[in-house]
């Protein structure tokens, strides 16, 4: 079984500064993929960023960025250039290869809120 | 299309009653999930379906619970006779096989209320 830990609670930042957030995982499957996912208060999860866990490059979407080191099982989020629209909860979330290609169930970790302040 | 939709939104019910939820998936995706997330928790898998076969079922769904996805399109997550701490919201995701990362889209989730 696979297990995802964020070991932030919360975390708050100034508007335009640059925060990170920390994620470490368990497992035992070599070929997963690993995903940040934001919820904002009283609307749905939307996914922020994924990465393969056989690519080297760490992904980059727009601000947001993830530091992924494999043999330390460790994927952190990195939001650079914060907005009032980034407070949010922040899931970071594992799934393993499934088996004949598609999908499976996510494992997520427990959250962390992230305050903006203006 | 509207994205994946979730009915009703919030449901309150007394205990030992049953209880439906309905997901309706983005179009043309195959695959389909269940998770329950209690407050300040993060989302925990129930069950997923491969159009209309139920793949795989998590330990925390337990005889009280079932879904169906009869046609392979819409899902419905039954809970039997009700307890407490089945209090929660319960998000449905869909999926398409071959799509980008395999991306999970999320419902606006069912909050439950049992009292």
């Known amino acids: 079984a696979q297990t995802v830990t964020q070991s932030q609670p919360e975390m708050s930042v100034q508007e335009a500064e640059t925060v990170t957030l920390s994620c470490t995982y368990d497992t035992s499957e070599s070929n997963y993929y690993l995903f940040w996912y934001k919820q904002p208060p009283s609307r749905q999860m939307i996914l922020v960023i994924r990465?393969?866990?056989?690519?080297?490059q760490n992904a980059t979407e727009n601000r947001f960025s993830v530091n992924f080191q494999k043999a330390a099982k460790s994927f952190s989020l990195k939001i650079s250039d914060s907005q009032l629209g980034d407070t949010a909860m922040y899931f970071c979330a594992f799934m393993k290869h499934a088996s004949g290609g598609g999908a499976d169930g996510l494992t997520f970790g427990k959250g962390t809120h992230l305050i903006i302040q203006p | 299309d509207t994205g994946v939709s979730q009915n009703p939104r919030h449901k309150i019910t007394k205990r030992g009653q049953n209880v439906t939820f309905r997901c309706d998936p983005i179009?043309?995706?195959?695959?389909l999930y269940w998770y329950r997330q209690t407050l300040g928790q993060g989302p925990e898998f129930l069950t997923y379906?491969?159009?209309?076969?139920?793949?795989?079922k998590s330990r925390l769904l337990s005889d009280r619970f079932s879904a169906e996805r009869p046609k392979g399109s819409f899902s419905t997550l039954e809970i039997q006779r009700t307890e407490q701490g089945d209090s929660a919201m319960y998000l449905c995701?869909?999926?398409?096989?071959?799509?980008?990362?395999?991306?999970?889209?999320f419902g606006p989730g069912t909050r439950l209320t049992v009292l």
């Open positions: 990465q393969e866990a056989y690519k080297q």
């Open positions: 379906f491969q159009n209309e076969a139920q793949l795989e």
């Open positions: 995701a869909s999926s398409h096989d071959g799509g980008s990362y395999n991306e999970q889209f």
């Open positions: 179009s043309e995706h195959n695959r």
